[in-house]
């Protein structure tokens, strides 16, 4: 059993199972030996996340999911031994990728795990800045996805990619 402490904040009591959204951040850590750390997932509205790219990317427009790292977050307090290692936040933006998912014919509770994985990985250093970068992250995206049965539609692929 680990310690880890996931919470899930449904700022707009959008339809979503909070119990798988904790699997796959829990599968996310647990992959890369991060098992007792600790995230934040907030499911938002479109508008919320929009106008958090813009202050923290420079980026004006909607967007699925942001991560913001704990990095500079200290460690846990010596008198709280077993509190879990704080590694960040994710934003989801439900309606955006309730209309993506919609868009595309996927399924919204499979699309939702994807980005859990994606900003989870975020969170533990994973980039997709560079092909090689991008590579690394959609093998990992891809093997957890799998392993919590997401639609192997709904996974990105990458052309070229090796199944090894």
């Given at each position: 059993?680990?310690?880890?402490?996931?919470?899930?904040?449904?700022?707009g009591?959008?339809?979503?199972?909070?119990?798988?959204?904790?699997d796959?951040a829990?599968?996310?850590?647990?992959?890369?030996?991060?098992?007792?750390?600790?995230?934040t997932?907030?499911?938002?509205d479109?508008?919320?996340?929009q106008?958090?790219?813009?202050?923290?990317?420079?980026?004006?427009?909607?967007?699925?999911?942001?991560?913001f790292?704990?990095?500079?977050?200290?460690p846990?307090?010596?008198?709280?031994?077993?509190?879990?290692?704080?590694?960040?936040d994710?934003?989801i933006?439900?309606?955006?990728?309730a209309a993506?998912?919609?868009?595309?014919?996927?399924?919204?509770?499979?699309?939702?795990?994807?980005?859990?994985?994606?900003?989870?990985?975020?969170?533990?250093?994973f980039?997709?800045d560079?092909?090689a970068?991008?590579?690394?992250?959609?093998?990992h995206?891809?093997?957890?996805c799998?392993?919590?049965?997401?639609?192997?539609?709904i996974?990105?692929?990458?052309?070229?990619l090796?199944?090894?």
């Open positions: 059993m680990t310690n880890e402490a996931i919470e899930i904040q449904n700022d009591g959008y339809p979503v199972s909070a119990d798988a959204l904790i796959a829990r599968a996310t850590l647990a992959q890369h030996n991060a098992a007792g750390c600790s995230l997932l907030v499911i938002s479109s508008a919320t996340v106008d958090l790219n813009r202050q923290f990317r420079g980026v004006d427009a909607p967007t699925d999911v942001l991560s790292p704990a990095d500079d977050m200290p846990a307090p010596d008198d709280v031994p077993d509190s879990p290692r704080y590694v960040g994710i934003i933006a439900y309606p955006y990728t993506a998912a919609q868009r595309a014919g996927h399924d919204i509770a499979g699309t939702l795990t994807l980005l859990t994985v994606h900003g989870t990985l975020h969170l533990l250093g980039d997709h560079t092909d970068n991008r590579a690394v992250m959609w093998r995206q891809r093997d957890i799998a392993a919590l049965g997401v639609a192997e539609a996974i990105p692929t990458l052309e070229g090796d199944d090894d």
